[in-house]
Structures are given as structure tokens and as C-alpha cells.
């Protein structure tokens, strides 16, 4: 397979035109000008394809539900009707959910799970990446070795019907016990994790203070803080390590950052849920600085509002601005393709790169920045799948 695209997006994010890409046993073989003048790919911009480093497909017929609420109502809310719906209604969420991935041109993603329908709704529409099925032990703080096996269980039925694999993942540190975090850190695996989204983490765990403590009062739950920011305690525990993704990581201290660079954590941005639920601006530009990875991630429906890496970009760039330390338009471009392939450790060289093996984007051809400013899903033409 032979493609002649108008530009092609390179490794570094910089566009080139007049190249094309010589593809054979799924795997860029060359990269070389243009050999010939017939071109099918006439008007393309070739790039590596879309992935989503975070996601909850099976919250999907929440969108719109909780529009205006901060987190802390948000997230009762949202633990409040989720167990009301019936399996059937969050199965056909999640099979939506994942079509409408696709249409935007996500080939992989790094996928929050606790209901058992992801598995099936990811391998309907051919998603690739990897499945983190929830443990939250904050309503059973009694029983975690019985809750760990139940998780255990939907992780194993979950793999089978997708083919992909799945990891335990404590939802975040707030919700899980300490002994549990130990555990799932000590065990080395792939972990994705929910933290410091507000500053209540921080409140909770450097002075025992803010709507988490008082909900874990009303609940009879004992805590003592341990005098840390939420991410030093993650790490105290174990829980930052080279396979740790830090999901929101928003409220960081310039301590938090240079932790997560010395553990070697990635991170996922969730920049329309951010704002949407009234998180602090997360220090984007000073983890790339220090080399973090940092992969853009749509969230669920139920905070970022419809499915849309173009809209999802637009808002990474917003909030860059906001804080007075731009990112470009090619470093948010990378967040949504290779870097985020990178920060779920998906086992590809996710760059259009001679051996690289990433699935790949063909969008209307235009220059980068305008693609962001402008596109949607009507700019993509054709998704191409290398591997999987
Ligand atoms: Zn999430």
C-alpha cells in the first residue's frame, strides 16, 4: 500500500508535503517524495490516528444530565442514577459511545470501565488500547478482598469478549482504601488512576478537612491525613511508578510536577471535563517541560458533552492560554495521537515514522492550527488500521 497524501504529519508533529508513505505487514517501510503523480490521496493530511487516553463509554446517555454542577454535586449525582439504569440501556450507551470514537478518527483508547460493556462495545467497532475496570472500595470499606475478587472477575469477562487487555485500577486515591492502593501499586501492572481533579484531594489529605472528610464522617470511615498533597500520598503508597497514568492530575503543586517527572507517570488531559466541573487549570506546558507524556482524553459524556477530539483540542489550547503558558497547536496534536498511544503504553510505535505502526488519520488536508480552530468529524476521510 502506497499513500500520496497532500502533507503527512511527522513524528515531531512538524507537516510535511510531498512525501509518501509506503506501508507493507502493517508496518511503515518508507517514507519517500512522491514517485508518482497519480494520487488517490489527493486533498489528505496523513497522521497517526486519534486516541482517547481516557474514557468512560458507559456513561454516554448521561450527556447533558448534570450541565452546570461542580464536581462535588456532579459526582454524587453521578453515583446516585448510575446504578438506576438497566444493563440493556448501558450496553446501547456504550456501543454509541464507541461509534462515535470511531467517527472522529480514535482508533485506540485508554478505557475506564465498571460495568461490563465495554469490552463488547470496543470490540463492535474494532477500538483498540486498553480497558481499566474500576475498583472503588470507598462503599465496602469492610470487605476489599471480596470486592477485589468480584472486579477480578468482570476484568476476565471483559478481556475474552474484547481480546484486549484489562487492568485493575483504583478509581483514585479518595475512593479506594490505603491497603488496596498498596496492593494494586506494589503489583506493577498498568495502572490508571483518577487524581488531584479538585483541590478536595489536597484539603482531605494534608489537613483532614473539605467534603470528602465530611462525607467520609457521615459514612463512619476513619481517617487520619497523613500531611501530603494527594499525589504524595499516591506515591507514598506505592501507586507512582513508570506504568502509573495520572488522570486529571489539575490541582499539582510545583512539588506534584516534579514527582510525577522523577516517577516517570503519564498523564491524561481532560480539558472540557476540567471546565465543566470547575477544576483548577492543569499545569499542561510544565509536565511537557519535564518531559512527562501526556495524552489528551475526552473523559465520559456526562462532563465533556459529545464525543469530539477537534473540540477536545480546542479546549486543551484554551486552557493553555488561560494559564498564560501556551502549548502549539502541533504539541496539542501530538496529546491526541502519539503521545496519548504513549501514555496507555499501547504496545505500538504510534508515529508515522519508517517502522512506526501507529493506525492511520487521512483528514481533509489543511494546515494544523485550523484543523483544531475548525474541524469535527466531517474532516476526517478515512480511518486505516495497521495492527489490532
Ligand atoms: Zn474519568
Known amino acids: 500500500l502506497i499513500l500520496r497524501p497532500d502533507a503527512v504529519v511527522l513524528a515531531d508533529g512538524s507537516v510535511t508535503p510531498g512525501l509518501e508513505v509506503c506501508i507493507s505487514d502493517g508496518r511503515i517501510e518508507r517514507i519517500r517524495p512522491w514517485s508518482s503523480a497519480y494520487r488517490e490521496e489527493a486533498g489528505a493530511l496523513l497522521s497517526p490516528a486519534f486516541v482517547n487516553a481516557h474514557s468512560h463509554l458507559e456513561y ?13 454535586p456532579w459526582i454524587r449525582e453521578l453515583t446516585f442514577l448510575k446504578p438506576q439504569r438497566p444493563l440493556s440501556l448501558v450496553q446501547a450507551a456504550a456501543n454509541e459511545a464507541a461509534a462515535r470514537n470511531v ?3 480514535v482508533a485506540a483508547i485508554g478505557e475506564h470501565t465498571d460495568w461490563p460493556v465495554s469490552g463488547a462495545a470496543m470490540a463492535s467497532v474494532g477500538l483498540g488500547g486498553r480497558l481499566f475496570q474500576e475498583v472503588i472500595t470507598v462503599n465496602e470499606w469492610e470487605l476489599p478482598t471480596q470486592k477485589l475478587e468480584a472486579v477480578r472477575e468482570k476484568a476476565r469477562s471483559q478481556g475474552m469478549v474484547s ?5 485493575l485500577n483504583p478509581h483514585a486515591p479518595y475512593t479506594v482504601s490505603d491497603d488496596m492502593l498498596s496492593e494494586l501499586g506494589a503489583a506493577g501492572e498498568p495502572i490508571s488512576i483518577h487524581v488531584s481533579e479538585t483541590e478536595f484531594e489536597n484539603q482531605l489529605y494534608e489537613a483532614g478537612e473539605g467534603p470528602i472528610r465530611e462525607m467520609y464522617d457521615v459514612s463512619g470511615i476513619p481517617f487520619e491525613p497523613p500531611g501530603l498533597t494527594a499525589l504524595a500520598h499516591l506515591d507514598s503508597l506505592g501507586c507512582l511508578h513508570s506504568r502509573t497514568q495520572l488522570v486529571h492530575a489539575c490541582a499539582l503543586t510545583d512539588e506534584d510536577v516534579e514527582l510525577v517527572a522523577t516517577r516517570g ?9 476540567n471546565i465543566a466541573l470547575g477544576s483548577p487549570s492543569a499545569p499542561i506546558a510544565e509536565l511537557r517541560r519535564r518531559g512527562v507524556t501526556v495524552g489528551l482524553g475526552m473523559d465520559s ?11 477536545e483540542m480546542r479546549a486543551a489550547m484554551q486552557v493553555s492560554d488561560g494559564r498564560g503558558d501556551a502549548l502549539s497547536p502541533e504539541e496539542v496534536w501530538l496529546m ?4 496519548a ?3 496507555i503504553w499501547l504496545e505500538r510505535d504510534w508515529r508515522i515514522t519508517e517502522g512506526g505502526n501507529p493506525d ?20 476526517v476521510r478515512r480511518l486505516i488500521r495497521l495492527g489490532n
Open 60 to 72: 454516554y446517555d448521561l450527556m447533558g444530565r448534570f450541565d452546570g454542577l461542580p464536581y462535588w
Open 360 to 379: 492511520l488519520l487521512l483528514l481533509d488536508s489543511q494546515p494544523i492550527d485550523r484543523l483544531i480552530e475548525k474541524g469535527s468529524e466531517r474532516s
Open 103 to 105: 467517527a472522529c478518527g
Open 301 to 311: 459524556a456526562a462532563s465533556s458533552g459529545p464525543v469530539d477530539m477537534f473540540a
Open 163 to 167: 481480546g484486549l487487555r484489562v487492568h
Open 336 to 339: 491526541a495521537t502519539t503521545d
Open 341 to 343: 498511544a504513549a501514555s
Open 265 to 273: 507517570a503519564t498523564v491524561a488531559h481532560c480539558p472540557r471535563s
